[in-house]
């Protein structure tokens, strides 16, 4: 690791109370399928530069922000983004709260309020999910003045030093819509592929230490499989989800495993010969 990355998670460290807060730090883990990836997201938030994860549904960008959180023990506050998000979800609310009797108007701050002020790692999940008019509330925040005029308060939030800010997308998905470029701009960009081959095998055996090798080796050889249909257009790209391989190897554990490929994988599919698809390559690799 390079200094810069090494000085940053030293001057976290220092930073980092034993409190509450400690039961947000991400729990690491996550296997780069290129070389550099993991690093260069690393150098680029210990540069304090806003991060957007590009890729594929269950490619693993959840779990590398988590291991950003993990590597400066740092919290982090997540907020799933959708059509129905608005500036409160944000920054918070105003509630009406009883102090001896007497009622008084209290503000409870949002997951972007409070990780500006102490100092969390902010994950926005499927932003560009989000309306377009919501997201304009944080370009001060993301951008070199790393500071938020509360609306609802009139409160300056000047962030933390720790403050980091790492977002994701999932490209050209239903009921996603393209990033403005005043929002894109603000981001370091960093494409996030499907894990495959050696670093794809690691990570099966470790959560999976005790399962047989038949399954083990029936899950691995699907996923070249799938991955090579998608290259090649005749499976969509959800098909290949890391994530639903998992799940499918878990079922797998104490079912069928094409029961469990049905339910984990196929059964997700829209398209019925993309069903039928899965469910043959699968069939193949069962003696």
Same mark, same amino acid.
């Given at each position: ?30 296997? #780069? ?25 269950? *490619?693993?960008? +959840? ?28 920054? $918070?609310?105003? +509630?009406?709260? +009883?102090?001896?009797?007497? #009622?008084? =108007? ?23 999910? *989000? ?6 509330? %944080? ?8 500071? %938020? ?17 790492? #977002? /994701?997308? !999932?490209?050209?998905?239903? $009921? ?18 499907? =894990? ?24 691995? !050889?699907? /996923? ?8 090649? $257009? ?5 098909? /290949? ?19 469990? =490929?049905?339910?984990?994988? /196929? ?11 899965? %469910? ?8």
């Amino acid at each position: 690791m390079i200094d810069i990355v090494k000085e940053e998670q030293q001057k976290r460290l220092n930073r980092v109370h034993i409190d509450q807060d400690r039961a947000l730090i991400g729990t690491g883990g996550y296997l #780069s399928p290129e070389e550099h990836l993991l690093e260069d997201v690393l150098i680029a938030v210990s540069l304090k530069k806003p991060v957007l994860l590009k890729g594929p549904t269950g *490619a693993g960008k +959840t779990k590398l922000a988590e291991t950003v959180s993990a590597f400066f023990t740092q919290p982090i506050q997540s907020i799933n983004c959708s059509v129905d998000l608005d500036a409160e979800s944000l920054l $918070g609310f105003k +509630t009406i709260v +009883t102090n001896d009797g007497v #009622s008084e =108007i209290d503000f409870v701050d949002g997951p972007v309020v409070e990780a500006m002020k102490k100092g969390h790692i902010l994950y926005i999940d499927e932003i560009n999910m *989000a309306k377009s008019e919501t997201l304009p509330i %944080l370009h001060s925040v993301l951008d070199y003045r790393r500071m %938020l005029t509360n609306p609802f308060t009139g409160e300056v939030i000047k962030a933390h030093p720790d403050f980091s800010v790492i #977002s /994701a997308i !999932n490209e050209g998905y239903i $009921g996603t819509t393209p990033m403005n470029e005043a929002l894109k701009n603000r981001f370091v960009s960093f494409s996030v592929p499907y =894990i495959s081959g050696e670093h794809l095998e690691k990570l099966w055996q470790e959560m999976f230490p005790t399962a047989p090798k038949t399954l083990h080796t029936l899950m691995l !050889n699907l /996923a070249d499989d799938l991955m090579e249909q998608v290259k090649q $257009g005749l499976l969509s790209e959800e098909a /290949a989800s890391i994530r639903s391989l998992l799940y499918a190897t878990e079922l797998a554990l104490y079912m069928d495993p094409i029961r469990a =490929i049905t339910y984990a994988i /196929a059964e997700k599919l829209e398209d019925d010969q993309e069903k039928q698809l899965v %469910l043959a390559l699968a069939s193949s690799w069962i003696k």
